[in-house]
Nanobody
Framework: VQLQAYGGGLVQAGGSLRLSCAAS????????MGWFRQAPGKEREFVAA??????HYSDSVKGRFTISRDSAKNTVYLQMNRLEPEDTAVYYC??????????????????WGKGTLVTVSS
């Protein structure tokens, strides 16, 4: 099983980026998929997750980020708008059978991908 995230880069504050995560090795259509991030010197934190049409966001990104998925392509997306320097982090894709969102909040997730770096300049 592999989760490959891509789409990171350097963007100015107020700008937008779209991250993608392609899953391979199994079908994840019945799995929740989502994103976490880890800023320099900080612990990894939950960002957003989705199962079917149900979504869950951290308070820090609610209203600015949108998660979506294409189950036919085994791909999840994270549209990030109005980016702030505080959003600078390595973003990780994740997948798990559970859509109990408190489990996602705690980061107890089965599958993890390698990260992609997002840098927001002020």
């Amino acid at each position: 099983v592999q989760l490959q995230a891509y789409g990171g880069g350097l963007v100015q504050a107020g700008g937008s980026l779209r991250l993608s995560c392609a899953a391979s090795g199994r079908t994840f259509s019945s799995y929740a998929m989502g994103w976490f991030r880890q800023a320099p010197g900080k612990e990894r934190e939950f960002v957003a997750a989705i199962l079917w049409t149900n979504t869950h966001y951290s308070d820090s990104v609610k209203g600015r980020f949108t998660i979506s998925r294409d189950s036919a392509k085994n791909t999840v997306y994270l549209q990030m708008n109005r980016l702030e320097p505080e959003d600078t982090a390595v973003y990780y894709c994740a997948a798990d059978r559970t859509s109990i969102w408190s489990t996602w909040d705690r980061g107890r997730i089965e599958y993890w991908g390698k990260g992609t770096l997002v840098t927001v300049s002020s």
